[in-house]
C-alpha cells in the first residue's frame, strides 16, 4: 500500500510527463462526465497533487479533477493518443503533445470548481496533509491537543487520514522511534517536549521520505532510511538492542525496546 510520499511521487512523475501544454483531447469514460470533455480540451494542467489516497489535477480555468482509485484504478504514462492493449477498462484520457495520461479502472471520478471541492465528503474528512508546506509542526501540536484525538493511542492515531493525512504504516514506525515513544501512548500523557517532538517527527520522516527515500546517503548519509520497519531482530541504529515487532490494528509495527521505553 503506498504512502504519501510514493504517491506524491507518482503524481510528480505524472505532471512531469504530461507538462503544461495545451489538452489536445480529452476522454472521460463515465456517465456523470460523459459530456464535460469538451470543457478541457485547449487548457492546460497547473498542477497534479494528490490529497490523502486521492489525486488533483488542476486545469487553467479554474476546474479540478478528482480521481481516487481505491483498490484497482490505476494511472498510466503513454505517447500522445496511443491506448496500449490491456483488458483494464478507460476512465479518463487526458493527451497534450508530450504525452497521454490514463486512467483505468477508477469509478470515482469527478470534475469539480473550487467550491465543490471543499465540500467534497472525502477531501472534507482529511486532516492536512503532512507534505502540504503549509502544515507546520505547531498545527500539528495543536491537533493532538485536541480531544477528537488526544486520548488515541499513537498507534491508531497515526495511521488515522482525519488526523494527519499522507502517513502510512512504514511511516507510523519511523515517526514513533524517532520521537523515542512506545504505540501506547495517547497524546494526553506526554509532556511537552514529547508532543514537541512528535510533532516535528510526523512532518520531517514523510518530507524527508518524499526528497530522498531511494538515493544514496551522499556525505553525511542525509538520505530516508528504515531505522526500525522491516529490521525484525537487527541492532537498534542508536543502541543496539534487537528490534522488535509487533502487530497494532492489524498491520505490523517495529520497535526499540530500549530507545522507546
Ligand atoms: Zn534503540
Redesign the pocket.
Given at each position: 500500500m503506498p504512502e504519501g510520499p510514493e504517491i506524491r511521487r507518482a503524481a510528480d512523475q505524472l505532471a512531469a510527463a504530461i507538462g503544461h501544454g495545451p489538452l489536445r483531447h480529452v476522454e472521460f469514460h463515465l456517465p456523470a462526465l460523459a459530456r464535460r470533455a469538451g470543457d478541457l480540451v485547449g487548457r492546460r494542467i497547473l498542477s497534479i497533487v494528490p490529497r490523502g489516497k486521492a489525486l488533483l489535477t488542476r486545469f487553467d480555468h479554474g476546474l479540478t479533477l478528482y480521481t481516487h482509485n481505491q483498490l484497482y484504478g490505476v494511472w498510466k504514462v503513454a505517447r500522445p493518443g496511443e491506448r496500449p492493449e490491456t483488458t483494464r477498462t478507460l476512465r479518463v484520457a487526458l493527451d497534450t503533445d508530450a504525452a497521454a495520461l490514463l486512467l483505468y479502472s477508477a469509478s470515482d471520478v469527478a470534475l469539480l470548481d473550487d467550491a465543490a471541492l471543499a465540500r467534497h465528503p472525502f477531501l472534507a474528512k482529511l486532516g492536512p496533509d503532512v507534505l502540504d508546506d503549509t502544515t507546520t509542526a505547531v498545527d500539528v501540536e495543536a491537533r493532538l491537543a485536541t480531544p477528537a484525538f488526544h486520548r488515541r493511542r499513537l498507534g491508531a492515531l497515526l495511521l488515522d487520514q482525519g488526523f494527519l493525512a499522507g502517513l502510512g504504516n512504514y511511516l507510523r514506525s519511523e515517526i514513533l522511534f524517532d520521537a523515542g515513544l512506545q504505540p501506547e501512548r495517547r497524546p494526553c500523557d506526554l509532556d511537552d517536549a514529547e508532543r514537541r517532538r512528535l510533532a516535528e517527527a510526523c512532518l520531517a520522516l514523510p518530507r524527508s521520505s518524499y526528497r530522498t527515500r531511494g538515493r544514496r546517503g551522499g556525505r553525511y548519509g542525509t538520505a530516508f532510511r528504515f531505522r526500525v520497519f522491516g529490521r525484525e531482530g537487527e541492532p537498534?541504529?542508536?543502541?543496539?538492542?534487537p528490534?522488535e515487532r509487533r502487530e497494532i490494528g492489524t498491520r505490523r509495527l517495529y520497535a526499540?525496546?530500549?530507545?522507546?521505553a
Open positions: 537498534c541504529v542508536a543502541c543496539g538492542m528490534i526499540c525496546p530500549r530507545c522507546q
